[in-house]
């Protein structure tokens, strides 16, 4: 019977003096919220879907954290991919963006942005810039410039977040 209390009474020692880990929030206002790099594969592309998704991993600075990993999701309307170099760019018209860390995670929008087509020879090679919001409807913004390829079989996004 004494064993049994002992470990009862260890028990409820250790259920009620462990604490969880938790990382403070990082303020959306914490300047530079974002800077580094991502890397990912496009999803879905908008004739299939309705919408471009992409998913990437990104590494760089979150809010204090100079060397910090997360993961972005983005979903975004376009106009129609040029064809050629000569061919105005694609303009972006909108979106939704998610970031997920241990530190900060939130959802905003993709406001604006353009897809230029840079590699001529295959079509396939497009130059990204997008304004990306950090709150709805706020003054604070990021901007993504980046490369899609559509060359391999599931087409790869790589760039810049500042």
Not at 90 to 105: D, P, Q, R
Request: charge should be negative.
């Amino acid at each position: 019977m004494k064993k049994a209390v002992a470990v009862v009474a260890l028990g409820v020692i250790f259920a009620l003096g462990s604490a969880t880990a938790q990382a403070a929030p990082i303020p959306l206002s914490f300047s530079p919220l974002l800077s580094g790099n991502v890397s990912g594969i496009e999803l879905c592309p908008q004739f299939i879907c309705g919408v471009a998704v992409f998913t990437m991993g990104y590494q760089g600075q979150i809010g204090p954290f100079r060397n910090a990993a997360g993961i972005i999701t983005t979903a975004l309307n376009h106009g129609p991919l040029p064809i050629s170099e000569s061919d105005d760019p694609a303009t972006i018209v909108g979106g939704k963006w998610e970031f997920h860390s241990l530190f900060l995670n939130f959802k905003a929008d993709v406001v604006t942005g353009q897809i230029d087509l840079i590699d001529g020879s295959n079509g396939k090679k497009f130059h990204i810039t997008a304004e990306l919001s950090v709150t709805p409807g706020g003054p604070a913004t990021l901007h993504f410039d980046g490369t899609l390829d559509h060359t391999p079989a599931i087409p790869t996004i790589k760039g810049s977040i500042h």
